[in-house]
């Protein structure tokens, strides 16, 4: 009956389904039952009105130094398997890719992150491009930017992008660990910088179009993380090898406003434009 509260499923999956769900789990580490509870999340929130990037907190409240909020990763992956973010006191990089978290901290190690960690933002959707575009050195898109300026059909939608293979170089930076209400242009002053080439792994994030600057950041913003999910970091700028680019346009928008004291009374006003560009860079 409908009332009744499900504890368990069981069920037969096809030998394709088996051997990619196999498959899955080998590449990220997650669980079957994981996999399948994202898949099904997917599923559902999937509807008629097309999904939905959602962001946990106005960005314009990070700016501002508020760190500290009471948004658990669970409820984080409850609205998506892919995205990006940080973490309370500002301690390193999100990203959520195929459902698992990892942390990317100033020290440019990853680390796995568990459903009751805390964020002060996260952005994220459930991720189902619509596009792939494979992309080599001939292809002569030396900017990644003007590439993706490209591949987005408009500047006013939300887009989320991920992009797979082989780097010529990398450049990233990771936020360290800030007190709560330093604003983010000072927090973000002194960050670690790391350098990769010729690096196997994976950028993922969104481009947000430039009217909603005071809800998410303007742009393009991508985190990076190795193939063997070890190292990492905000992503400053790169040179592709031979890439494959998944694109997926999202037609709506849900943001969360969270319920702490902070939230409730900081004021929101100043524009956070400037601010937030630097702190990006």
Same mark, same amino acid.
């Given at each position: 009956?409908?009332?009744?509260?499900? $504890? +368990?499923?069981?069920?037969?999956?096809?030998?394709?389904?088996? $051997?990619?769900?196999?498959?899955?789990?080998?590449?990220?580490?997650?669980?079957?039952?994981?996999?399948? +509870?994202?898949?099904?999340?997917?599923?559902? !929130?999937?509807?008629?009105?097309?999904?939905?990037?959602? @962001?946990?907190?106005?960005?314009?409240?990070?700016?501002?130094?508020?760190?500290?909020?009471?948004? $658990?990763?669970?409820?984080?992956?409850?609205?998506?398997?892919?995205?990006?973010?940080?973490?309370?006191?500002?301690?390193?990089?999100?990203?959520?890719?195929?459902?698992?978290?990892?942390?990317?901290?100033?020290?440019?190690?990853?680390?796995?992150?568990?459903?009751? +960690?805390?964020?002060?933002?996260?952005?994220?959707?459930?991720?189902?491009?619509?596009?792939?575009?494979?992309?080599?050195?001939?292809?002569?898109?030396?900017?990644?930017?003007?590439?993706?300026?490209?591949?987005?059909?408009?500047?006013?939608?939300?887009?989320?992008?991920?992009?797979?293979?082989?780097?010529?170089?990398?450049?990233?930076?990771?936020?360290?660990?800030?007190?709560? /209400?330093?604003?983010?242009? +000072?927090?973000?002053?002194?960050?670690?910088?790391?350098?990769?080439?010729?690096?196997?792994?994976?950028?993922?994030?969104?481009? $947000?179009?430039?009217?909603?600057?005071?809800?998410?950041?303007?742009?393009?913003?991508?985190?990076?993380?190795?193939?063997?999910?070890?190292?990492?970091?905000?992503?400053?700028? !790169?040179?592709?090898?031979?890439?494959?680019?998944?694109?997926?346009?999202?037609?709506?928008?849900?943001?969360? @406003?969270?319920?702490?004291?902070? /939230? @409730?009374?900081?004021?929101?006003?100043?524009?956070?434009?400037?601010?937030?560009?630097?702190?990006?860079?």
């Amino acid at each position: 009956m409908a009332s009744e509260k499900i $504890t +368990e499923l069981e069920f037969l999956l096809s030998y394709d389904i088996l $051997t990619q769900l196999t498959g899955t789990m080998e590449r990220t580490g997650c669980s079957a039952a994981d996999i399948i +509870e994202q898949a099904l999340r997917r599923f559902m !929130c999937t509807g008629k009105e097309g999904n939905a990037v959602y @962001l946990s907190a106005p960005i314009n409240a990070l700016v501002e130094g508020l760190y500290v909020e009471n948004t $658990t990763m669970a409820e984080v992956r409850r609205h998506g398997d892919f995205g990006l973010g940080t973490f309370n006191h500002l301690d390193g990089e999100m990203l959520l890719l195929d459902g698992k978290a990892y942390q990317i901290r100033s020290d440019g190690n990853v680390y796995d992150v568990g459903d009751d +960690e805390r964020s002060p933002f996260a952005c994220v959707t459930f991720f189902s491009p619509d596009t792939f575009d494979d992309i080599n050195e001939d292809s002569g898109a030396s900017n990644l930017t003007i590439l993706l300026d490209r591949l987005i059909p408009s500047r006013n939608m939300l887009y989320a992008i991920r992009v797979d293979g082989v780097f010529r170089s990398v450049r990233c930076r990771a936020a360290s660990r800030s007190e709560n /209400y330093t604003p983010l242009v +000072e927090a973000t002053r002194d960050q670690s910088v790391f350098d990769f080439h010729d690096v196997k792994g994976c950028l993922a994030g969104f481009y $947000t179009p430039a009217f909603m600057a005071s809800l998410n950041a303007p742009g393009f913003h991508l985190h990076f993380l190795t193939e063997d999910r070890r190292r990492g970091g905000h992503l400053i700028d !790169c040179a592709l090898k031979e890439v494959r680019i998944g694109i997926q346009h999202v037609p709506r928008l849900e943001v969360g @406003l969270p319920v702490t004291l902070d /939230y @409730l009374t900081v004021d929101l006003t100043r524009d956070t434009t400037r601010d937030l560009e630097k702190a990006e860079k």
